[in-house]
């Protein structure tokens, strides 16, 4: 499974970004995806996830209420809508996703940078 981000970039507080992650390979392996992000000095964590079907998901407390994950298996791409960004949702941006036999992908990252 290859997975390839897109969608960052530069955006002022308040403003919105959509990211893309773009899965090919052995796609009808993959069970769960996520959105995990790493700013600077700190460890990666996970902002959001959603199973196969998109009829589960799970978010970080910190971004409730203002980012969005679906996924469009058709077209085998998962979103991360981000609405109401801060300064601190600045990172790095990587797509993640989970076999079923629980072997893990990553993307190479996509920055996001939000400004004051």
């Known amino acids: 499974v290859q997975l390839v981000e897109s969608g960052g970039g530069l955006v002022q507080a308040g403003g919105s970004l959509r990211l893309s992650c773009a899965a090919s390979?052995?796609?009808?392996?993959?069970?769960?995806m996520g959105w995990y992000r790493q700013a600077p000095g700190k460890q990666r964590d996970l902002v959001a996830a959603i199973t196969t079907d998109g009829g589960s998901t799970n978010y970080a407390d910190s971004v409730k209420g203002r980012f969005t994950i679906s996924r469009d298996k058709a077209k085998n791409t998962m979103y991360l809508q981000m609405n109401s960004l801060k300064p601190e949702d600045t990172a790095v941006y990587y797509c993640?996703?989970?076999?079923?036999?629980?072997?893990?992908?990553w993307g190479q990252g996509t920055q996001v940078t939000v400004s004051s």
């Open positions: 390979g052995s796609t009808f392996s993959i069970n769960t």
């Open positions: 993640h996703a989970v076999n079923d036999l629980g072997f893990p992908y």
